[in-house]
Nanobody
Framework: QVQLVESGGGLVQPGGSLRLSCAASSRIFSINAMGWYRKPPGKERELVARITRAGSTYFASSVKGRFTISRDNAKNTLDLQMNSLKPEDTAVYYC????????WGQGTQVTVSS
């Protein structure tokens, strides 16, 4: 079973930046489209960004222009650079394939607050 480990979250002020990283336990990144998801407090989990094997990207309208996604197939890592963070970006962030095929990891908490 693939294990996904997210890291890089924390507390940041509005307008700040964070970079999230996801590491996978096996060589999956070269096979699937990968995505970052988030679950805000009291809401459903949603897809935030996706990157295909070929490097094509998709961003939810709420983060477009502020977030970028990248992957390193050789290292089995997936990153999410988040800039100009807003309080509404507060959530637990997860990585998984798109659509999600594997068990969810623990996620990493991002809190945007002054």
């Amino acid at each position: 079973q693939v294990q996904l480990v997210e890291s890089g979250g924390g507390l940041v002020q509005p307008g700040g930046s964070l970079r999230l990283s996801c590491a996978a336990s096996s060589r999956i990144f070269s096979i699937n489209a990968m995505g970052w998801y988030r679950k805000p407090p009291g809401k459903e989990r949603e897809l935030v960004a996706r990157i295909t094997r070929a490097g094509s990207t998709y961003f939810a309208s709420s983060v477009k222009g502020r977030f970028t996604i990248s992957r390193d197939n050789a290292k089995n890592t997936l990153d999410l650079q988040m800039n100009s963070l807003k309080p509404e970006d507060t959530a637990v962030y997860y990585c998984n394939s798109d659509p999600p095929d594997w068990n969810w990891g623990q996620g990493t908490q991002v809190t945007v607050s002054s």
